[in-house]
């Protein structure tokens, strides 16, 4: 049928071990070649610690194989919990939780990683509301603290971080810091400032190698990270339906500015609860945008009436893909919108929800995305309030599924179309169960020369002479 038989539910047991690959949705395909739209579960993440007014989840980041997940208790949302997954093999296993010194303050709730280090916003102390970005690194098997980005007094409430560069919200200041690490001490090398007073930096952060994102009030603005000159902005929000918001999420990819505008009903009087607005990147001449470069609106991302309350609070996006936390949806059970671009237009490819029973609600209050994870938290609500007896981090493998039939692409290989899984032919039961088939044998290169010749046929040549 085109699929391999360790992906073939058709055939349960091809190899005779005994052994029968789950389904547990009972469509046919073994799960761990069944995607949703390009995406598949594949971890559970639960803390090993949990006490009273403990949230796992109310923040996420990912960095290759480790998923960072704050946790805060409510209703201040503030923690002395950050928990750091690696992944071995297939699992994903705790291997640490940060904690802050004795006697120093408590984590605030805004985490990132990069490059193998954590930054985690802290309070200066137990008496102080000002804040520092604490950065841990792993050393001799360790996570421990080797820097803080941020004077005493500036309140460096907020970070994003890729490679050696930390951009940093300096709420005092109203304005944001890119700070580079230089001979092992962080240096901040920009500032930029907010200069209009009624549009006073809050919301998200965002970075890519080239510009820095900072959120406002009521929109958003971009800069050269090497000029302190604004490339772009302000802009707003694309449709008057999507108001003034606070409490937003920015996500930026090389193309793309996605930044969520999430509302709640008790704040309307229409039928708008919040949306994501996508921004694409136009090159432009020097007298127009500066540096011959602009974004300008490109896509509004929402579900409507239907997709609840909080639409935007989190947003995700690699190339591509964009991935849009929907909390509210479906009586609070939540989704995650997983679109992504054709080259004319955004399409949603799929809805993704949890295989939890019962659902923990609020799927999709936190989102993390790297190229080939997704994270999502699950029972945490975007209020500070307990809303489930459980809170778990749902992680997606991120896929390809170019003909779009619900199977992971790298479980369809039988070019030959014999019915054989093509790395099955590379045994002697697999040639000769291909003979027998009546079909064809793909050429592979069995003795990895780089090329295919008659040289890849004398293995099995060889075994049918000399086997059993």
Request: aromatic share 10%; glycine share 12%.
């Amino acid at each position: 049928n085109g699929v391999p038989d360790d992906c073939d539910i058709d055939v349960a047991d091809p190899d005779g071990d005994g052994a029968v690959a789950p389904d547990c949705d009972g469509n046919g395909i073994v799960d761990n070649c069944d995607i949703l739209g390009g995406v598949r579960e594949i971890a559970q993440l639960r803390p090993s610690i949990s006490a009273a007014g403990f949230q796992f989840g109310t923040s996420i980041a990912i960095d290759g194989d480790v998923i960072v997940v704050g946790s805060t208790t409510s209703p201040l949302r503030t923690t002395d919990k950050v928990f750091v997954f690696r992944r071995h093999g297939d699992a994903w296993l705790e291997e640490a939780v940060i904690q802050p010194a004795a006697g120093s303050g408590l984590f605030d709730e805004f985490i990132a990683i990069a490059s193998g280090r954590i930054f985690i916003a802290q309070f200066e102390s137990s008496f102080s509301s000002f804040r520092q970005i604490a950065v841990y690194e792993r050393l001799d098997g360790e996570w421990r603290r080797t820097g803080t980005i941020g004077s005493a007094g500036e309140d460096s409430s907020e970070c994003v971080a890729i490679g050696d560069e930390a951009l940093v919200r300096e709420s005092l200041a109203n304005a944001a810091s890119l700070y580079r690490q230089m001979e092992g001490e962080w240096t901040r090398v920009e500032t930029y400032f907010s200069s209009l007073p009624d549009f006073p930096y809050r919301g998200g952060l965002a970075m890519n190698d080239e510009f820095a994102v900072v959120g406002a009030e009521g929109g958003f603005r971009v800069f050269d990270k090497n000029d302190s000159a604004m490339v772009s902005g302000p802009h707003l929000p694309i449709s008057p339906e999507n108001v003034v918001s606070s409490n937003r999420s920015i996500v930026m990819t090389d193309e793309f500015v996605v930044v969520g505008y999430p509302r709640v009903f008790a704040e309307l009087s229409y039928d708008a609860t919040g949306a994501v607005n996508v921004y694409r990147r136009h090159a432009g001449d020097e007298a127009s945008s500066a540096g011959g470069v602009s974004w300008a609106p490109d896509a509004i991302l929402t579900l409507g009436i239907s997709g609840g309350q909080y639409q935007g609070v989190a947003v995700g996006a690699e190339g591509d893909r964009c991935f849009v936390g929907y909390p509210d949806y479906a009586s609070a059970d939540g989704a995650v919108g997983f679109y992504e671009y054709d080259g004319a237009a955004w399409q949603l490819r799929a809805l993704i929800q949890p295989n939890i029973s019962p659902s923990p609600l609020y799927f999709g209050a936190a989102i993390a995305t790297s190229a080939s994870y997704l994270a999502v938290s699950a029972g945490v609500g975007v209020s500070g309030v307990l809303n489930s007896s459980e809170d778990v981090v749902v992680v997606y493998a991120i896929d390809l599924d170019i003909d779009d039939n619900g199977v992971h692409d790298t479980c369809e290989v039988d070019c030959d179309a014999n019915h054989y899984p093509d790395e099955g032919e590379r045994t002697i039961d697999g040639f000769v169960g291909a003979l027998l088939n009546g079909g064809a044998l793909c050429v592979f290169d069995l003795n990895d020369d780089g090329a295919l010749n008659g040289l890849d046929i004398d293995p099995m040549i060889e075994q049918l002479l000399t086997g059993p």
